[in-house]
């Protein structure tokens, strides 16, 4: 509840104009060296969104600054993982690196990217989103590909960019930052499990986030992959009731098993014969 409130606080500062983009300070007590690193993700994160938004990163980082069972090379890896997932890659974000790449080297550049229409959609306050994804679900067009330009070749083509790159403003209100948000609390929260009921796992899970990246395909396999493996194994471990006294070994397993295939066929049957291995071995240490 504590996350959800944070990050309402956050979300109203950016609504009513409370955000200057100013750098906020750093959680207190970082070990050693990793100051430099937490600066870096903070000023991006205030270049994706603004102050208020990372304020939220730093807030969530906090929790983890002293915690028993994290050493600096894993905080380290929170934040840095962390800070990537909150600056997603939105249409909304090509554009603003696509104008940064044209004041930069001033040369007029453009390329095509290839989204989901939901995708796009999913980009807008939710609003106006929901109903346009409703419809695109009724006519089965959710998944249909669409092939953007973004270019700075052109004076429409940078106006256009910097139309693109403003609707940041609104990016805390889509449907796209809804999901990310439960999606970075729930790893935030599975990284937190594993520090009480498996603390040799916590490693490993902290880096289940690099299996979400990109857009498009890329990032929808990703993320469907993810849950398959936190449903499956993760939390039925931290539940109790699935006895994975291996869980590092497990993930790795499973994650060697993911194919870029939408069906999942190859994780979901490695998943189902690592819990029936781990079941099948408690029930004959349990007879015995």
């Not at 999901?179 to 040799?200: C, F, G, N, Y």
């Amino acid at each position: 509840m504590a996350s959800v409130v944070s990050s309402l606080r956050y979300l109203l500062a950016d609504l009513i104009g409370d955000d200057d983009d100013t750098l906020p300070p750093p959680p207190k007590d970082l070990p050693d060296g990793l100051a430099p690193v937490v600066d870096n993700c903070i000023r991006l994160l205030v270049d994706y969104q603004g102050t208020s938004y990372a304020e939220l990163y730093v807030h969530r980082l906090g929790r983890f600054v002293g915690r028993t069972g994290i050493d600096a090379a894993m905080l380290g890896d929170i934040a840095q993982l962390m800070a990537r997932r909150m600056s997603y890659q939105d249409p909304i974000r090509i554009a603003q690196l696509k104008l940064v790449e044209n004041e930069t080297h001033g040369e007029p550049t453009g390329d095509r990217r290839k989204f989901r229409i939901d995708e796009l959609v999913g980009a807008l306050p939710a609003v106006v989103a929901e109903p346009v994804l409703d419809v695109l679900e009724w006519v089965d067009w959710t998944h249909a590909p669409v092939s953007i330009r973004f270019s700075a070749a052109s004076r429409w083509g940078i106006r256009r960019l910097k139309i693109e790159a403003a609707l940041k403003r609104w990016r805390l209100f889509s449907v796209r930052y809804a999901k990310e948000r439960v999606w970075v609390e729930r790893w935030l929260h599975m990284i937190d499990r594993s520090l009480t009921r498996q603390p040799q796992a916590t490693s490993a899970i902290i880096q289940t986030a690099t299996m979400i990246e990109g857009y498009g395909s890329l990032y929808r396999h990703g993320l469907a992959d993810w849950h398959a493996i936190i449903d499956g194994l993760v939390k039925p471990t931290f539940d109790g009731v699935l006895p994975l006294f291996d869980l590092a070994g497990s993930l790795a397993e499973a994650r060697a098993a993911v194919m870029p295939d939408a069906r999942q066929i190859a994780l979901k049957r490695k998943i189902a014969e690592i819990r029936a291995r781990a079941l099948d071995t408690n029930s004959s240490a349990v007879v015995r």
